[in-house]
């Protein structure tokens, strides 16, 4: 068990924080296409803690303690990469308000770069083979 402090508090807090965030949080696992294209996404992570106790003197028990501790944690998409064999693009996601509206109005650019990545690519196999 932790100690009973605030700085007990505060370490607990921080180690279910550790436990919910990792590098895969921030750089997120990669979606693999058939056509050869990965889009890999890329988040902004911040994270706050608070605690705070006190010892309560009395004649009966010398260890009595009161505390409270909590932490916050947002998770914000900011990027996508996108490679292709010969490329690579970072699709930046706004960062005003309505982030997730903004993020939802990326989604059809985002397609249409798929498609023309995977246009370009039968176009040139099109061009191989009738060659």
Do not use: C, W
Request: charged share 20%; aromatic share 4%.
């Amino acid at each position: 068990m932790k100690e009973q402090s605030a700085s007990g508090i505060l370490a607990t807090a921080i180690e279910k924080i550790r436990d919910l965030v990792d590098v895969s949080t921030i750089v997120g696992e990669p979606v693999y296409n058939a056509n050869g294209i990965t889009v890999i996404p890329v988040s902004k992570v911040t994270y706050g803690f608070a605690s705070g106790g006190s010892d309560f003197p009395s004649k009966s028990n010398a260890d009595i303690f009161g505390g409270g501790g909590g932490a916050g944690i947002t998770i914000t998409p900011v990027a996508f990469v996108v490679i292709n064999k010969e490329t690579v693009t970072v699709k930046s996601v706004p960062t005003a308000d309505g982030t997730a509206e903004k993020l939802v109005s990326l989604i059809p650019e985002m397609v249409d770069t798929v498609n023309g990545l995977i246009n370009k690519k039968k176009e040139e196999s099109a061009e191989i083979v009738s060659e």
